[in-house]
């Protein structure tokens, strides 16, 4: 029962989308020449499916928007803890990482089991983006609110009763064709709909009761009921979390939520209240915990194989009302703040049949191959892109900034050296960024026509080969196409011009060679790359992607480097969602807690 845990979340809305089978080019070239011309998403689109089953960006930007069906492969070890001797209900959580599970029942006082379980079967998943196990109403639930219901307001749960959404997810499930959802917040979970059926084998079960535990420490309580974290504020009371296992269809019901707030628990049961462990086991499971979470900061959970042809995502550009909502919010680069709340019933009902019609089909074919499109590796091709232009963008950016005090966002300093130097670093770093595209043999130091052919060749580098041009690509398959031409002709026809630029401004071509009026040079200099880098600041913010995210150092064997996630470490200020995403744009090396 992994999602079950915390301090009730701030809220706050926005928007999301579905797709639909026609041609997914066709129907944004006619978007954008329609009077409302909406912008282009396909830096959206790209940046979450280049971030699927990866820690980091989706703790960055936590309101998932994409859907995506795969497998479990078989032999896949997964964890389950528990307060009692019991085995699982039908439906409950998984853990991929034991510290997870550990880490979430070994503070709650009493006895702990670790049931460890093993896959004998590929088991047949839907994959829920952004932090789509954290509870709480900013947005990270809006997939699955959309799902449910047909759209988020009709979702009164305010973030919590899970065992009420669990089973409405495994209703899908049962109607659908999957057996589980995976879905993250300080790790990946395996929400499994049928623990009685067949696809689990019971590996062991073990007493992992921390044996310096303070007798009558904690509740004990139900094995679902609220705790508190030793890294969060022990004073916080604990709100809004059921306060046991899905009852008995016949059994006595109980609100969702009591009619003047608060939290659901049965009646003649106080809130539950707790205080960090003093022993030192479970007081360093939420450290080792953390720890494992950091496993997938940037390396895609390897356990769930994700079939990417199966891609569906609320970016969608056909999904208009909240391209709109993008648009009128101001939100368009900000996927921090991005929602699905507000969007149109019909599209949501769109996106609801898209993702059956996937189902269906992968039902039929079947689930034992990764790929099951046409073959073409889209997430090779996208953190290809990524890894040849993150890092060498954000060099770029580095190289334009003034010495005189600004700082970039690890607190370093600028580059030394006047304009003139840091304009010969931009021309040099930009021909790098853009040197398989320039013919060479029609080069002009007094024209920039020359680079005509460069643009068409850098944005269709990795999808004008014969076999993706002559493939018959699914719908899904056309987004990614469309979403990587899109961030590649941005990405290219900017770079393409700053290199350009750079070679008219008459900068020297040897080392130490000196300029014949070094002023007017200086000048010339000082106004290009002020602009360039304006213009550099725009494309980065598109973007989106998260590689210049990182600690200001490497950390130390015993130090882990710690961003806010849900629900181990709160944003500042205690703030659990919201924000702008630039509360995260500084994560520090941290140690274990003073003993």
């Not at 009646?267 to 939420?286: M, V, Y």
């Not at 507000?342 to 269906?360: F, N, P, W, Y």
Request: charged residues 20%.
């Amino acid at each position: 029962m992994l999602a079950l845990l915390l301090l009730i979340v701030p809220l706050c809305p926005l928007a999301l989308a579905a797709p639909s089978q026609i041609l997914l080019h066709d129907a944004f070239e006619a978007q954008v020449s329609a009077p409302d011309p909406l912008p282009d998403p396909s830096h959206l689109i790209f940046a979450s499916f280049v971030g699927l089953l990866k820690q980091w960006p989706n703790t960055y930007y936590p309101n998932g928007h994409s859907v995506v069906l795969g497998t479990v492969p078989p032999g896949t070890l997964l964890y389950h803890a528990r307060k009692d001797d019991n085995f699982p209900p039908k439906i409950e959580w998984l853990a991929f990482d034991a510290e997870m599970s550990y880490g979430i029942m070994s503070g709650r006082g009493g006895e702990t089991q670790l049931l460890t379980y093993a896959a004998n079967r590929p088991l047949r998943i839907i994959y829920l983006d952004g932090q789509s196990a954290a509870l709480g109403e900013s947005g990270w639930l809006d997939t699955q609110s959309v799902l449910i219901y047909g759209n988020v307001t009709n979702d009164r749960s305010w973030g919590f009763s899970e065992y009420a959404r669990a089973e409405a997810l495994c209703k899908l499930g049962d109607a659908w064709g999957f057996d589980g959802v995976v879905r993250m917040n300080a790790g990946f979970e395996l929400l499994y709909c049928d623990f009685g059926g067949a696809g689990l084998d019971l590996q062991s079960r073990i007493n992992v009761t921390d044996p310096y535990s303070e007798p009558g420490m904690g509740f004990p309580a139900p094995p679902d009921s609220p705790y508190i974290l030793s890294s969060i504020i022990s004073s916080r009371e604990l709100r809004g979390h059921p306060p046991y296992p899905l009852q008995d269809p016949a059994g006595p019901k109980y609100p969702e939520r009591p009619p003047h707030g608060g939290g659901s628990h049965p009646p003649g049961r106080r809130r539950p209240r707790g205080r960090p462990s003093t022993s030192p086991f479970a007081s360093s499971s939420i450290w080792e915990w953390q720890r494992s979470s950091t496993w997938h900061y940037i390396k895609a959970e390897r356990r769930v194989l994700l079939d990417y042809s199966t891609f569906v995502t609320f970016y969608d550009p056909v999904v208009r009302s909240l391209a709109r909502t993008r648009l009128e919010t101001g939100t368009d680069n900000n996927r921090a703040k991005q929602r699905l709340l507000g969007i149109d019933d019909k599209e949501a009902g769109r996106m609801s049949q898209h993702v059956r019609e996937a189902l269906r089909e992968k039902n039929v074919r079947g689930w034992g191959t990764r790929e099951a499109g046409t073959g073409v590796e889209w997430m090779s091709i996208a953190e290809s892109i990524v890894e040849r232009y993150g890092g060498r963008l954000e060099e770029l950016n580095y190289a334009m900034r003034e010495s005189n005090g600004t700082t970039s966002q690890q607190g370093q300093s600028g580059p030394r050296g006047n304009s003139t130097s840091r304009a010969v670093d931009v021309r040099r770093l930009s021909y790098f960024l853009m040197f398989p595209y320039l013919d060479m043999a029609h080069y002009s130091n007094t024209s920039t026509k020359w680079m005509n052919s460069s643009l068409p060749l850098c944005q269709n580098a990795f999808t004008r080969s014969s076999f993706v041009k002559h493939t018959h690509l699914s719908p899904n398959e056309k987004l990614l196409q469309f979403s990587i031409e899109g961030v590649l002709g941005r990405i290219c026809s900017k770079i393409i011009t700053i290199f350009g630029e750079s070679l008219l401004i008459g900068l020297p071509w040897k080392l130490h060679e000196v300029s014949p009026d070094p002023e007017a040079l200086e000048h010339r200099a000082k106004v290009a790359t002020k602009r360039w880098r304006e213009e550099l600041t725009d494309l980065l913010d598109w973007l989106g992607w998260s590689v210049e995210m990182k600690c200001d150092r490497i950390c130390a064997p015993d130090e882990i480097c710690q961003i806010p996630v849900w629900p181990l470490v709160a944003r500042p200020g205690g703030r659990w969602g919201g924000g702008e995403g630039k509360e995260l744009e500084s994560p520090v090396c941290v140690s274990f807690p003073a003993r």
